[in-house]
């Protein structure tokens, strides 16, 4: 089923480019924040059709509402445009993100950095790929020269999990703190070495599923902010190379 996930995130990913720069209509879900444009709903209905018609006995969860048979043995876990607030204004990071789990564990996931061009994927106990050449997290040990990646949750203001101050006490501890907008392409690029670490709260299980296996698959590690094992609807998530996590864990609970 991996080629199945491979091939429609691609398909997925064209009609997405193909409706980027356009004037789109863009919808508000629970606030000013929380964006929908047509580009996200046509995605998720191009990748529930073809799951429809090609795994009828199989269930979806997806963020725009597709939610059938949840409780079948297969379940794709769809984010059909990861980025909409990026795609929106223009600015070319987002992705597509499909997970498949078989009773309840990850066991295929599928990232598509649509205007890199590169699909990262991975099957459980098989690795992780960019383009089919293999990826591994980086090897640094040192939280002080790291480079990291975050992202608030459309509550922000709120301040969850006290979000402000945590940004602010991992900048003074790294290298660099980078926002890139699309929770799936920064699990990616922890996989693929870019980045040594991520932190987030607040993610849903879309957002969660295929990266979450990427990066495990590329050696990484994946934990709440305590160090234990999380599921695809955990709310606090950390992930990095493995050798800075202990450290991530540290300033994180500092706060």
């Known amino acids: ?25 863009i919808e508000f879900k629970t606030n000013e924040m929380n964006l ?29 509402g597709s939610e059938f048979n949840i409780s079948a043995k297969y379940l794709w876990v769809v984010d ?37 061009n590169i699909i990262y994927a991975a099957e ?14 980086s090897t640094n040990s040192n939280l002080g020269h790291s480079m990291l990646v975050t992202g608030f949750p459309y509550d922000v203001k709120d301040n969850p999990n006290k979000s402000f101050e ?9 290298r660099a703190v980078r926002r890139l907008g699309s929770a799936a392409i ?15 709260v607040h993610l849903h299980p879309w957002d969660i599923c295929a990266g979450k296996l990427i990066v495990e698959e590329a050696s990484g590690s994946v934990t709440d902010f305590g160090g ?15 050798n800075i996590h202990e450290s991530m864990i540290q300033k994180l609970n500092e706060v």
Request: charged share 25%.
């Open 1 to 25: 089923m991996i080629n199945d996930l491979i091939n429609i995130s691609q398909e997925a990913g064209q009609l997405i480019k193909e409706k980027f720069g356009k004037n789109l209509e």
């Open 36 to 64: 929908v444009t047509e580009a996200d709903k046509a995605s998720e209905k191009l990748i529930t059709e073809f799951i429809r018609k090609k795994y009828p006995s199989h269930g979806v969860l997806a963020e725009e």
């Open 80 to 116: 059909p445009l990861d980025g909409t607030t990026n795609f929106a204004h223009g600015l070319p990071i987002f992705s597509v993100s499909i997970g498949l789990q078989k009773n309840g564990q990850t066991i295929a996931g599928v990232v598509y950095d649509i205007n890199q």
């Open 124 to 137: 459980l106990g098989s690795g992780a790929i960019a383009n089919d050449k293999k990826i591994k997290v």
């Open 166 to 174: 945590r940004f602010i006490a991992m900048i003074k501890s790294s």
């Open 186 to 200: 920064d699990f990616c690029y922890v996989a693929k070495g870019v980045f040594d670490g991520f932190w987030e």
């Open 228 to 242: 234990k094992q999380i599921d695809i609807y955990s709310k606090r998530i950390l992930c990095s190379n493995g």
